[in-house]
């Protein structure tokens, strides 16, 4: 789901221009596009580096960045096992012997990058890049940049982007999505200006076998999808695409870790849910730099 809503002047020239990068973006980055940039990297491990733009370039080191930050529960080399689970494609769990036979291949430390001649070399025949936990965040802040100077939101299903205030000049209020329901159901709101806001969670591609579900989000240590009482990670920050990759390392690191990861950060503020319907939540928050309400009668915020 991509939408774009603007609420003050504009005309169709800078919708499509928003619309166009972020279809450029999946040209360069998509790992299901054989022709990509992200594609001919995957294609040529372990043979000799592959010289990108230096769009790519920048996510991928940003990406790798993230990783680090996690120490490795984001992990962009993950492609493999994403390969491997195909969630939302054939649904059918994996062999422990194909798991365990990829996991060698997912270290993000292995990835050489050469900035001056913006190459990327993974190594390893048969490592992959898989950028799809950030790079709808790039997206989401380069459509933003295109209608800078505008009051909108851009929604990349998941990734929310606000472009300043409301034409009355009153912050966008924007909802936490309820994972227990169908989209469109929140459990609070959270009042923004010219910021974002990106969830993750196991509701978003999953499947269900013999009474087990399986989610998208993996753990890079064990090939299997996390296992968590968490039910969703919403991070709040500046940038989309900072926003989109901590929200899913923060979810594999799990509340403890990835609050403590939260606290670290400059200007990220994080809101969790858990399965017995708590909210834990980031000082910002707490604090009411960040103005959020819960709105479910269910649920109830945690004091830290």
Known sequence: MCTITLYDKSDNTEFDLAFDRIDEIERLMSSHLDDSELARVNQASGTHPVVVSGETFAVIKLALEIAELSGGAFDPTIGPLVKLWDISGANNVPGDGEIQSLLPLVDYKLVVLDEGASSVYLPIQ??????????????????GRV????KGIVNLGGNV???????????????IQDPDTSRGS????VDLIDRTLVTSGPYERFFEHEGTIYHHILDTKTGYPVASPLTSVSIITDRSVIADGLSTAVYALGLEKGLELIDRLDGVEAIFLTKDRSVYASEGILDGSIAFKITHPEYTIVSR
């Open 126 to 143: 048969g490592m992959a890049l898989d950028l799809g936990g950030i790079a709808k965040g790039w997206a989401a802040d380069e459509a």
């Open 147 to 150: 209608l800078s100077g505008h």
């Open 161 to 175: 982007l606000v472009l300043d205030s409301k034409p009355d000049e009153s912050p966008w209020r924007i909802g």
């Open 186 to 189: 929140y459990i609070g709101i």
